[in-house]
């Protein structure tokens, strides 16, 4: 019989993409979504894919009794927990909302391990809790920032959570993974990034700019101390990402982690500049960018890259989508969503 995974915010960019590569590693899947921030449509993706629909369950984590109902209805062997309220501004303006949300849900789901037989949750943590690096490229040892947003803190104090039930419940295990700036679609366009609204974020704002829903992008600073004076990220393909997490969950279930509580950075290990994207973009799907330099953004940082060492050879895993192909997949997605409007 295969293992069943819950993935909590399966709806969600990160959660679909990681849904196929459990599926197509032979791998059951049970979703939990309030789709606060997905839509059910999600559902019909991954069955394009993958030829299977995954159980979906429509409730909101935070309510106690129906995540412990979940797991008498199911089986569960691992959970991958993702869903989260992620908007950073928007944390600031409601913060007792994402403290609420992503804590309550992270509780609930940690109680309910300590009931059932499950083998460990791997967490969706993320390179903010490093803020600025005092050195690059950032390995996992290196100091926790003081968060810049109340996001940022739901990380931070999430991980603090996750460590301080561990050392309680010694029948619990996790892995945390801090992913970098997860970016693209899945190559059949089927799933991909759906921002509500105006996007935060650099590729999808790309795409929207170019599609036409956007007047212009613009690049926040050029005054940075780096090359092209502009900040530096390191963006990780969503399906490389994806197939890290199937590593992840199997390496709790063979039971093969060295520590209760391990933490990886998921990133390249390569540092891209906003300009570089913006003409590999360019260079990759034959469309004009049209944008314009403004000031900094507040809260940014300069520029951050990821040490990939402790995860390329622990778990044998290493992102290596080149930077064109990841971009070419989200102008298609971008498309395909535009004429499916
Ligand atoms: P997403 O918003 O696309 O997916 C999260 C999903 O969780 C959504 O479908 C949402 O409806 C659901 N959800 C939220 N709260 C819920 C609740 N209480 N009960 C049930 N469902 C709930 O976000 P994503 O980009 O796929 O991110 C997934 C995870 O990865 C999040 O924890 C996020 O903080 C983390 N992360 C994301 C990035 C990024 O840039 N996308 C980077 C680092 C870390
Ligand atoms: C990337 C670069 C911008 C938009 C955010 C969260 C972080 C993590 C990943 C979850 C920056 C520049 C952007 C635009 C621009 N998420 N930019 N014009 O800020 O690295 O990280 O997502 O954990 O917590 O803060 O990602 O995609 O917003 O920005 O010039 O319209 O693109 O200044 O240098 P960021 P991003």
């Given at each position: 019989m295969s293992e069943k995974i819950l993935v909590t915010g399966g709806t969600g960019y990160i959660g679909s993409h990681t849904a196929v590569e459990l599926l197509n590693h032979g791998f059951e899947v049970v979703i939990v979504d309030n789709l606060s921030n997905s839509s059910i449509d999600v559902l019909d993706g991954i069955k394009k894919i993958t030829g299977i629909e995954p159980a979906f369950e429509k409730f909101d984590l935070c309510d106690r009794t129906k995540v412990f109902d979940l797991f008498k209805k199911y089986s569960i062997s691992a959970i991958i927990h993702f869903a989260a309220l992620k908007a950073v501004g928007e944390s600031v303006r409601i913060p007792l909302d994402y403290y609420h949300n992503n804590f309550e849900s992270l509780i609930n789901l940690l109680l309910a391990m300590q009931k059932n037989p499950v083998a460990g949750m791997v967490f969706s943590s993320s390179c903010t809790v490093y803020g600025q690096p005092d050195e690059l490229p950032v390995t996992e040892k290196a100091p926790i920032k003081k968060a810049a947003s109340p996001y940022g803190n739901t990380k931070q104090v999430s991980e603090e959570i996750i460590s301080d039930a561990i050392y309680a419940y010694p029948s619990l295990k996790a892995i945390s993974l801090r992913y970098f700036n997860p970016i693209g679609a899945h190559k059949s366009a089927h799933i991909g990034e759906l921002p509500t609204?105006?996007?935060?974020?650099?590729v999808p704002f790309v795409t929207q700019t170019v599609a036409g829903l956007r007047e212009k992008l613009r690049v926040f600073g050029d005054d940075y101390n780096t090359p092209d004076g502009t900040a530096i990220r390191d963006y990780i393909y969503v399906c490389d990402l994806a197939k890290a997490h199937v590593v992840a969950v199997r390496r709790l279930i063979e039971e093969?982690?060295?520590?209760k509580f391990e933490v990886f950075n998921l990133g390249t290990g390569k540092g891209i500049s906003v300009m570089e994207i913006i003409k590999n973009f360019e260079e990759v799907t034959g469309e004009k960018v049209n944008y314009e330099i403004v000031g900094r953004r507040e809260g940014d940082i300069e520029k951050v890259w990821a040490d990939t060492t402790f995860a390329n050879n622990e778990l044998g895993w290493k992102a290596n989508t080149p930077l064109k192909e990841i971009l070419l997949s989200a102008w298609e997605w971008e498309k395909k969503v535009r004429n499916n409007k």
């Amino acid at each position: 019989m295969s293992e069943k995974i819950l993935v909590t915010g399966g709806t969600g960019y990160i959660g679909s993409h990681t849904a196929v590569e459990l599926l197509n590693h032979g791998f059951e899947v049970v979703i939990v979504d309030n789709l606060s921030n997905s839509s059910i449509d999600v559902l019909d993706g991954i069955k394009k894919i993958t030829g299977i629909e995954p159980a979906f369950e429509k409730f909101d984590l935070c309510d106690r009794t129906k995540v412990f109902d979940l797991f008498k209805k199911y089986s569960i062997s691992a959970i991958i927990h993702f869903a989260a309220l992620k908007a950073v501004g928007e944390s600031v303006r409601i913060p007792l909302d994402y403290y609420h949300n992503n804590f309550e849900s992270l509780i609930n789901l940690l109680l309910a391990m300590q009931k059932n037989p499950v083998a460990g949750m791997v967490f969706s943590s993320s390179c903010t809790v490093y803020g600025q690096p005092d050195e690059l490229p950032v390995t996992e040892k290196a100091p926790i920032k003081k968060a810049a947003s109340p996001y940022g803190n739901t990380k931070q104090v999430s991980e603090e959570i996750i460590s301080d039930a561990i050392y309680a419940y010694p029948s619990l295990k996790a892995i945390s993974l801090r992913y970098f700036n997860p970016i693209g679609a899945h190559k059949s366009a089927h799933i991909g990034e759906l921002p509500t609204g105006v996007p935060l974020n650099l590729v999808p704002f790309v795409t929207q700019t170019v599609a036409g829903l956007r007047e212009k992008l613009r690049v926040f600073g050029d005054d940075y101390n780096t090359p092209d004076g502009t900040a530096i990220r390191d963006y990780i393909y969503v399906c490389d990402l994806a197939k890290a997490h199937v590593v992840a969950v199997r390496r709790l279930i063979e039971e093969k982690n060295k520590k209760k509580f391990e933490v990886f950075n998921l990133g390249t290990g390569k540092g891209i500049s906003v300009m570089e994207i913006i003409k590999n973009f360019e260079e990759v799907t034959g469309e004009k960018v049209n944008y314009e330099i403004v000031g900094r953004r507040e809260g940014d940082i300069e520029k951050v890259w990821a040490d990939t060492t402790f995860a390329n050879n622990e778990l044998g895993w290493k992102a290596n989508t080149p930077l064109k192909e990841i971009l070419l997949s989200a102008w298609e997605w971008e498309k395909k969503v535009r004429n499916n409007k």
